[in-house]
Each structure stands twice: as structure tokens, then as C-alpha cells.
């Protein structure tokens, strides 16, 4: 079975600075990975995903992030936040083959200050 | 792009009642469609898995008879709360998967709220 990590439930950075959340899994296949935002009271948006192929994938509104197998990772990164990007952002796996569900990490609420 | 309908975004019902929710998929065809729950400030936790034309797929916990699932046709997925109760308040966000391009859309979620 699958499993996702996001370390800190909450992160919080400065209008202008490097955003960083964290994301790691567990599955015995090669993973399909994902990364969605969600508004309060929406639904989910695909930031950006990575199936096969080149391990560094850009996403909308600037974000983008790296697959490192070694390290079981996929971070999120973008260079510049904006107040816009305050919002709740979830990581998801999927393992290839079949037709499963998505399976998400707890969420990181990402806070940007003035 | 794909685009995931999902409505009523919001419902109140009292308790003992059932509530049918309704996702449809606009402009592709979605073999596989997904129900997630989410409960405040939490993940969301996938619920069921329908294919249309053949049974739900349920995950461990989560009771068949009180959340019905119907996959009639490739466009039209729906959730049915049956005789709803307070703990099943929550928000429900279904998902069709379009298989040619790997991803999942997700509709924008129906509140629940069972008084």
C-alpha cells in the first residue's frame, strides 16, 4: 500500500520568498505523483504532475517540483510566493496500473505574510 | 481541459433523510470515478471507487448501504447519503478520472450538513 508524508502542517513565508513543502511516500511500484491546492470550500487543482519521464515538472502559477526516487521525495517549490498562493495544498500518490484512487498526505496550509 | 460538475454545492437536510449528490463529467468520458470525504481542516480519504455499468468499489469502513453508489452512464456518477445523521455532516469531492491522460479532475465538493 501507498503511503504520503507532508512535513508541517502549517508553513509560513514572506510575500517574495522561496516557498517549500515537503512531501514524501512509500510505495512498493513506481509511483504516479501529484500535487492539488484547494480554496477554502472548493474543490481540488492540479498544480502539477509527475507519471514518467523527466523528474523536474512545472506546474501552473509558477510552482513546480522534482521527483528524487533515492530520496522517496516530491517536493513542491516556487521561486517568489504571492499572496494568492495562500491556500491548502495536498500531495497525492498513485500507484501505476489499474484504476485506484488517489491517496493524500494530510495537507500543508501554506501562510504568506506581508 | 477536463472539467469535473458536481452538485448541490451545499445541502442541509435533517436527520433521517437521504441526499443524492451528483457528479458529471463535461467534456470527456469518465470510466472511473471517485468519492473522497473530507472533515474539517483534514485530508481527504477516498471512500468508494465506481466504474460505470458495475458495482462501487468501497474502501474498508465505509458502509455500502448508507453511501449508494450509482455509475449509469460514462458522464454521471452519484452519491446517495441514505438516512443521513449528524456524523455525516462532512464535505463530499468527487473525482473522474480520464484515463488517456493519467489525471484526475476533481469537482468542487458538496457540503453536507445533517441537522
Known amino acids: 500500500a501507498q503511503s504520503v508524508t507532508q512535513l508541517g502542517s502549517h508553513v509560513s513565508v514572506s510575500e517574495g520568498a522561496l516557498v517549500l513543502l515537503r512531501c514524501n511516500y512509500s510505495?512498493?511500484?513506481?509511483?504516479?505523483l501529484f500535487w492539488y491546492v484547494q480554496y477554502p470550500n472548493q474543490g481540488l487543482q492540479l498544480l502539477l504532475k509527475y507519471t514518467t519521464g523527466a523528474t523536474l515538472v512545472k506546474g501552473i502559477n509558477g510552482f513546480e517540483a522534482e521527483f528524487k526516487k533515492s530520496e522517496t521525495s516530491f517536493h513542491l517549490t516556487k521561486p517568489s510566493a504571492h499572496m494568492s498562493d495562500a491556500a491548502e495544498y495536498f500531495c497525492a500518490v498513485r500507484t501505476g496500473g489499474g484504476a485506484d484512487g488517489l491517496t493524500f498526505g494530510k495537507g500543508t496550509h501554506l501562510i504568506i505574510q506581508p | 481541459g477536463a472539467v469535473v460538475s458536481q452538485h448541490p454545492s451545499w445541502v442541509i437536510c435533517k436527520s433521517g433523510t437521504s441526499v443524492k449528490i451528483e457528479c458529471r463529467s463535461l467534456d470527456f468520458q469518465a470510466t472511473t470515478m471517485f468519492w473522497y470525504r473530507q472533515f474539517p481542516k483534514q485530508s481527504l480519504m477516498l471512500m468508494a471507487t465506481?466504474?460505470?455499468?458495475?458495482?462501487?468499489?468501497?474502501e474498508q469502513g465505509v458502509e455500502k448501504d448508507k453511501f449508494l453508489i450509482n455509475h449509469a452512464s460514462l458522464t454521471l456518477s452519484t452519491l446517495t447519503v441514505t438516512s443521513a445523521h449528524p456524523e455525516d455532516s462532512s464535505f463530499y469531492i468527487c473525482?473522474?478520472?480520464?484515463?488517456?491522460?493519467?489525471?484526475?479532475?476533481f469537482g468542487s465538493g458538496t457540503r453536507l450538513t445533517v441537522v
Open positions: 465506481s466504474n460505470e455499468g458495475s458495482k462501487a468499489t468501497y
Open positions: 473525482s473522474a478520472r480520464d484515463g488517456g491522460r493519467l489525471g484526475y479532475t
Open positions: 510505495s512498493s511500484v513506481p509511483p504516479y
